[in-house]
């Protein structure tokens, strides 16, 4: 077994000198993130060695739902200080929850689908099935019946539509009056995730043989959302706690920066759950529902939860030691296809028995549908992932929103 590790490494390491990856990367893939492809966009960018990475990223997709990517236009300073920011944000909104007080950027009559989303509010879909088909070591610390995540959330808008048409609900741009630097900063760092997603579009269709701006050209115009998460690890710290509930994202690709907190756990292909391990100054990248529908189920959306385990608390144990926050922030974005495309597999992912599994429908019309089937009423907003409740409506991320009926 040894030996067959050190020709896996040895391989990969050959594959590091041909191409843009540094031996580092792909080290760091093999030893923390199953089979997660890291690869650098720089050469890309520069317009060189396109095809090695264009495949590597359709794999990594196709087989883990996960990518890590380095982009030179992505700045560490940026990543800290949207988490620095977060941090305090979460911060002074949770003392101001706890005490039962009103949030000024919290808009439950618009399905959370601007401003924040207290603690306790979003359960993920039941997917027991899936679940109980895993081997019991690759089970989700997630319970067959969901409970409420804990944890926070903010909807930020980052681009504007484009095909002219009112959404009821649609996501406002919500600045908290006490943060002066909040746009600015959130902004930055939307614009980074944005490229980032952009790029990662255009190789991953020439990774599965279409046009670069398959992908890409449909994406230009959607509401994007930059959706900063945190949980309060001074409140929830026992092993098993959930912050984000076993579920898959419904729009096309979702992108993290690097966390402060480990506990992120995905599910590959094959069922295998694994921790990830973003190496320093790359950003994760996701598979969502999306995606999916325009290969026909040739790539998946990704499985995943977020939940505290050991390394989260020597993490914490750390951080409490050198006088920093215990808020678990994740710097995500959740890119998306524009509402007026139509969802369908696509070129050669157009076979019977994909066109009967995932039949043309609008982005717009995917979601109402799925939330009609789970009895949702019909006025939830768009950005959706696969969770809904009959009660009020859901979000990108794959759980409901609830709001308590009257």
């Known amino acids: 077994v040894h030996g067959e590790n050190i020709i896996r490494i040895l391989i990969m390491l050959a594959r590091a000198l041909k191409s843009s990856l540094s031996p580092i990367a792909f080290v760091r893939q093999f030893s923390s993130s199953k089979g997660i492809a890291v690869v650098d966009l720089a050469p890309y960018l520069n317009e060189n060695k396109t095809q090695e990475a264009a495949q590597e990223i359709a794999r990594s997709f196709r087989e883990t739902g996960t990518l890590i990517v380095r982009d030179p236009r992505m700045k560490d300073q940026d990543n800290n200080n949207l988490l620095d920011m977060m941090e305090a944000y979460f911060t002074s909104r949770a003392e101001m929850h706890y005490r039962g007080q009103k949030l000024p950027e919290c808009y439950p009559e618009d399905g959370y689908q601007h401003g924040v989303t207290p603690e306790l509010i979003e359960v993920a879909r039941d997917h027991k099935d899936r679940i109980t088909s895993y ?74 043989g279409f046009e670069k701006e398959t992908f890409s050209s449909r994406m230009q115009g959607a509401t994007h959302l930059l959706a900063p998460t945190g949980s309060d690890l001074a409140k929830y710290n026992q092993i098993g706690d959930i912050f984000a509930g076993f579920h898959y994202d419904l729009n096309f690709i979702t992108i993290h920066g690097k966390s402060r907190y480990p506990g992120l756990y995905v599910w590959l292909r094959d069922g295998t759950k694994i921790p990830v391990r973003v190496p320093d100054g790359c950003l994760l990248l996701q598979s969502g529902k999306q995606l999916e529908y325009f290969t026909g ?52 992912f157009a076979t019977p028995d994909a066109k009967r599994a995932y039949p043309p429908i609008t982005a717009y019309d995917q979601t109402i549908d799925e939330l009609k089937h789970i009895n949702l009423v019909k006025t939830c907003l768009l950005y959706t992932s696969d969770a809904a409740d009959d009660l009020l409506c859901v979000d990108l991320g794959g759980r409901r929103i609830i709001k308590k009926k009257k």
């Open 135 to 208: 081997q019991q070591a690759h089970r989700p610390v997630s319970p067959t019946t969901p409970i409420p995540d804990k944890k926070w959330r903010y909807f930020w808008r980052t681009g504007e539509p484009r095909d002219g048409a009112n959404y009821q609900f649609d996501s406002k741009r919500v600045i908290p009056k006490d943060f002066p630097k909040w746009e600015n900063t959130m902004d930055i760092w939307g614009r980074t995730l944005m490229n980032a997603c952009y790029s990662v579009a255009e190789l991953l269709a020439l990774g599965i």
């Open 297 to 348: 189920g040739y790539i998946e959306a990704g499985f995943h939860e977020v939940a505290f385990d050991d390394a989260a608390r020597a993490a914490v144990e750390k951080a409490k030691k050198e006088g920093r926050s215990t808020w678990r922030i994740s710097s995500t974005l959740f890119s998306s296809i524009r509402y007026d495309v139509l969802l369908e597999p696509l070129g050669k």
